[in-house]
């Protein structure tokens, strides 16, 4: 039982190794209490006879692999895969992370302003790269340079960035195409050393690590001159290199891996053994979307209606579990604006359902729901390849059935489940958006295939820049959205980061554990429809 607190404190370090989705921490907040706690804990017995006990408990010797993809080159611009881009940003710092509660901390920003659709940066004096030559502006003007070609998983970011400028040597300027205060959180890009992309080599990055090489391999070495002077973790991380994900789950399962991203839209059944799951948030909606072309549908009070008669309260208990925080209104429940407000988690009502469908004019004829005489029947698409929203689409169909309607669950390929909303054969179907960094809302109405494109929901987009702007609440944002609802919200997705607590709870001495995939969220698509 010793271990205890070294195996809780460890898991909250070893996940500060990874950026979460839309989140970070700082690696080394918890430094000296777990310095103390193997200080008071550790015996000098357990030690070999080799090691002195002042390395033994200094945490920056301790042993730790993480994997990399191979079939991708490491680049903190283009490297897709999670496991790769997880290691990029080790090794190169933005001008801020974004917390989990998607508010900006300034990493090689000292501070900042915003002045209408300008944002200035102040760039820390004592901050270096790897090389120990100092971050400059014009670093981060090659930096923006580099992503926001074709090829970089950040070009989406541009799609609100007018232009960028250098205006002296520590001070850097973006003026965006609005004034949306959370455009600060779209500066998540990597900075690296003007010019060091060139001829293809790994670019010099400013980060609590960097990329070398030992007589083992590659590895991530510590940068003592990052924004997180003297206080970085471990001195050197090992990487193992991967396959692919089966590979990369069969060496986290057998200890030569000791922490892995862990996408949970398929569960946990993949991990053995004794594994702890670190849940955290993400900015990515499930939902229902509605076809309004269809008759009944086109009535906003059905559409309200089959929102009071999803009870999510049980899917979150049923299927969810950690996997996600169930929603009925279209905002982030992790976000600053609103994680402070008290709102019910859950509106589930059959009795208010039924008043919705009356005003519908839908009636129920014995248990049948009918209209204009006719017997409805709900086709639910759901893409077959994730498990959650598979269980998601049957709870919801259930759900429907409990109040008359007769439901079908089409489980489809995802060419055939993307042809099938394209040429609207549906009536509801299980969807995913990701939304942006800088919660844009409006990307939703936006992006080519985005939910209900051809309706007027004008009201609804005016409504959220009023709330970006703290002119109005959040309640009188969901009551809008509830005025209108062009689609049904169901949760937002969580992901975890995956620790083998045998590792830990085995350890024989604290310098031996044993030997040893997107926040890429705002590149690639910003919509989709699943994962």
């Known amino acids: 039982m010793k271990f205890i607190k070294i195996i809780l404190l460890l898991i909250v370090i070893i996940s500060t190794l990874f950026e979460f989705t839309a989140c970070s921490f700082v690696l080394t907040d918890y430094i000296p209490e777990l310095k103390e706690l193997i200080n008071n804990q550790i015996d000098i017995d357990e030690l070999t006879d080799n090691e002195t006990t002042e390395e033994s408990t200094d945490l920056k010797y301790i042993n730790f692999t993480i994997g990399r993809f191979i079939h991708e080159k490491l680049d903190p611009y283009t490297s897709q895969s999670r496991t790769n881009h997880e290691i990029m940003k080790l090794c190169y710092d933005p001008l801020i992370y974004i917390d989990q509660n998607f508010n900006a901390v300034p990493v090689l920003a000292n501070n900042y302003e915003i002045n209408n659709n300008s944002l200035t940066f102040y760039i820390k004096n004592d901050v270096t790269f790897y090389d120990n030559t100092s971050v400059t502006a014009y670093d981060c003007e090659y930096s923006f340079r580099q992503a926001k070609k074709d090829a970089s998983i950040y070009k989406n970011n541009f799609k609100w960035i007018n232009s960028f400028e250098v205006v002296s040597e520590k001070i850097f300027r973006i003026e965006f195409n609005n004034n949306s205060p959370y455009n600060i959180n779209l500066m998540n890009i990597p900075i690296i050393k003007n010019n060091s992309a060139e001829n293809n080599f790994i670019p010099i990055g400013a980060g609590r690590y960097y990329l070398s090489q030992n007589d083992t391999g590659p590895v991530l070495k510590a940068n003592k001159g990052c924004a997180y002077p003297g206080e970085y973790l471990i001195d050197e991380i090992k990487i193992l290199d991967i396959q692919d994900t089966e590979s990369l789950t069969y060496n986290f399962n057998y200890g030569y891996i000791h922490a892995m991203y862990a996408d949970l839209s398929e569960g946990n059944s993949q991990f053995r053994g004794n594994i702890e799951l670190i849940d955290f948030g993400t900015n990515s909606l499930v939902f229902i979307g509605v076809n309004r072309s269809i008759d009944y549908l086109k009535e906003t009070d059905t559409v309200k209606g ?33 994680s402070e407000v008290d709102i019910n988690t859950d509106i589930y009502s059959t009795e208010a359902a039924h008043q919705y469908f009356q005003n519908a004019n839908i009636s129920l004829r014995d248990t049948t729901r009918i209209y204009k005489n006719n017997p409805i029947v709900i086709n639910i698409l759901v893409n077959r390849e994730n498990s959650i929203k598979i269980n998601t689409a049957n709870a919801v169909a259930n759900d429907l059935r409990k109040i008359g309607f007769s439901v079908n669950v089409n ?97 024989d001495n604290v310098n031996n554990f044993l030997p040893s995939d997107d926040n890429i969220y705002n590149g690639i698509e910003n919509w989709k429809v699943s994962n």
């Not at 309260?313 to 609103?338: C, Y």
């Not at 990701?434 to 992006?447: E, G, R, S, Y």
């Open 306 to 338: 089959i929102n009071y008669a999803i009870n999510r309260t049980e899917l979150q208990r049923d299927i969810l579990a950690d996997h996600g925080k169930i929603v009925w209104h279209p905002l982030n429940p992790f976000w600053s604006v609103i």
């Open 411 to 507: 489980i489809l390929k995802w060419d055939e489940y993307i042809a099938d909303i394209e040429g609207k054969n549906y009536e509801l179907y299980i969807g995913e958006i990701l939304l942006p960094a800088n919660m844009d809302f409006t990307t939703i109405f936006k992006q080519n295939g985005a939910i209900l494109s051809e309706y007027d929901y004008s009201e609804i987009l005016e409504d959220f820049t009023s709330l970006y702007k703290n002119e109005i609440s959040v309640i009188d944002f969901i009551t809008s959205f509830q005025t209108h609802i062009p689609f049904i919200p169901l949760y937002y997705n969580a992901n975890a980061i995956a620790i083998n607590r045998r590792i830990i709870n085995n350890l």
